[in-house]
């Protein structure tokens, strides 16, 4: 007889910590699961107070608990891990961004996040969202390009195009460098462009 296909829900088996399914499965005493190595180094930062907290819901725990692995987890992933790599739709292909975050088969990223200068796909990009929830983290589309996207001195996303010089530039650079100059979102000089472009074709075949 066939074995019942259960079906998995991989957000439940991610580790907060790294974002990625659980290795090593471990449960702390609030029920909470992480890998062994991501809450052993989260706890070793808490060693001098000698209380001890889940990253999750932040109880805490004195004195230190053992860490065993939790076998229904690490079943559980076992079988995910099976399922995800049945899953082609997820898997990146060629000319696909690849999820900066995934380990093992490389699964396709569905947005780029300006802010973090990682790309994730739509399961890590839940975790992105669920962690910086109060943070304005700018997302794009996902793109391989990350790095031409963020302003090599400041380290800030390239949000406005200097006309005076013809160059993307970010709100820090228009404070430095290129105060006083003729300045516009790189949108709206994207669109402007495109319209140019257009007219241009337009009036060249009439």
């Not at 907060?16 to 930062?45: A, E, F, N």
């Not at 790309?119 to 929830?133: G, I, K």
């Not at 994207?190 to 337009?202: F, G």
Request: proline share 3%; net charge neutral.
């Amino acid at each position: 007889m066939a074995e019942a296909s259960i079906p998995v829900d991989q957000d439940e088996f991610m580790c907060p910590v790294c974002l990625d399914l659980l290795k090593d499965p471990v449960s702390v005493p609030c029920g909470h699961g992480y890998c062994k190595s991501c809450i052993s180094g989260h706890w070793v930062q808490e060693d001098q107070k000698r209380v001890y907290s889940c990253p999750q819901c932040r109880q805490t725990f004195s004195p230190r608990s053992a860490l065993s692995t939790n076998v229904l987890l690490a079943e559980m992933v076992k079988k995910l891990k099976k399922t995800r790599l049945q899953t082609a739709d997820c898997s990146s292909g060629a000319g696909d961004v690849q999820c900066d975050v995934s380990t093992g088969k490389k699964l396709k990223a569905v947005k780029s996040c300006l802010v973090c200068v990682n790309s994730y796909c739509h399961n890590h990009l839940q975790q992105h969202e669920s962690f910086f929830r109060s943070k304005k983290h700018k997302l794009t589309e996902a793109t391989g390009r990350l790095q031409e996207m963020i302003c090599t001195k400041h380290e800030e996303p390239l949000k406005l195009y200097c006309r005076t010089d013809q160059c993307c530039i970010c709100y820090l650079c228009l404070m430095d460098e290129h105060k006083n100059h003729e300045t516009v979102t790189t949108e709206a000089e994207r669109t402007e462009k495109q319209v140019r472009a257009q007219s241009h074709y337009t009036s060249e075949y009439d």
